[in-house]
């Protein structure tokens, strides 16, 4: 029988996927956050990576693969809030939000209310520059769009600047990087993606290991993944690479710490988190 998977195609899980040979009997599809999302819970895909969030609500029949994530602790530079208005001025505004994205709508939610602010959270697509010129007064971009856009407004940024001082302004807009401020707010590492499938129906051991194998090509080799993927995204590959080695693809204690710290917040009484 195969064994259906279902993969992000963000750049940020090529580490992950780029060498990724899949066992016999195994198939996979790709697509944005939302879309893999719903082919796991509607039975489509047997295993992918999806937003935490959609784990998180469904708790009660999901488990997640207790050693892959991707997930940070700082700054993501993919999950963005571009806007004008400084963020303590973000009440009563419209606030585009991309269809893409489950997690970070959350985060962007439970962000908002930490700081006391009633934002009008709106379903809306186009870029951030789009968006800010049609009257909305700030935008929620994630993956490889938020990416180029959030260079697209700081850079170019020359080869002096450090990667510890990557600018978050420019062209009189301000990216407010969401897992940046997760971390001022809690100090945890911010987990954005679990590798999820029914609990009835794990991955096959073979697929588990072709991916553990995949991952340590793919963090020995992030020079070279991060030329390859670069040109594709129109960014320098210094940056590129620095993106890539930001992220933590191992959902190690401290990434498990920051996951319950924002089940709690995101979905209170939430079913038991289970992971295999
Ligand atoms: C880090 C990112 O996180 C992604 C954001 C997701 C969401 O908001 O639902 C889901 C999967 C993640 O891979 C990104 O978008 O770049």
Redesign the pocket.
């Known amino acids: 029988m195969t064994y259906h998977v279902g993969l992000?195609h963000?750049?940020?899980?090529a580490p992950l996927t780029d060498r990724l040979e899949f066992p016999e009997g195994v198939q996979f599809v790709s697509g944005?956050?939302?879309a893999?999302?719903a082919a796991l819970l509607d039975g489509r895909v047997d295993l992918a990576?999806?937003?935490?969030?959609?784990f998180i609500r469904h708790a009660d029949h999901l488990a997640a693969l207790h050693d892959f994530s991707?997930a940070?602790l700082g700054a993501?530079?993919?999950?963005n809030l571009f806007h004008v208005k400084p963020w303590e001025e973000l009440s009563d505004v419209k606030i585009a939000l991309?269809s893409?994205?489950?997690?970070?709508?959350?985060?962007l939610r439970v962000l908002l209310q930490k700081s006391g602010i009633d934002a009008h959270l709106i379903r809306a697509e186009g870029t951030a520059l789009e968006l800010l010129s049609q009257g909305y007064d700030g935008v929620l971009r994630?993956?490889?769009s938020?990416?180029r856009e959030w260079y697209e407004v700081v850079g170019p940024i020359s080869e002096d600047v450090s990667m510890l001082d990557l600018p978050h302004t420019g062209r009189g807009v301000i990216v407010t990087d969401l897992?940046q401020k997760w971390y001022e707010l809690t100090g945890h590492p911010f987990v954005?993606?679990v590798w999820a499938h029914r609990k009835d129906n794990p991955p096959p051991r073979d697929l588990q290991l072709a991916m553990r194998n995949a991952r340590r090509w793919g963090v020995g080799h992030l020079g070279e993944i991060s030329q390859a993927h670069a040109s594709k995204l129109g960014l320098p590959w210094r940056v590129v690479q620095h993106y890539l080695w930001n992220?933590r693809y191992h959902l190690e204690p401290p990434d498990r710490a920051g996951l319950k710290v924002f089940a709690d917040l995101a979905s209170p009484g939430h079913a038991e988190l289970t992971f295999s």
Request: hydrophobic share 50%; glycine share 2%; aromatic share 12%.
């Open positions: 992000i963000y750049t940020n899980v944005v956050p939302t893999m999302n990576n999806i937003s935490v969030f959609e991707v940070v993501v530079y993919s999950v991309t893409q994205s489950a997690t970070s709508v959350e985060l994630i993956g490889d938020a990416l897992a954005f993606a992220f």
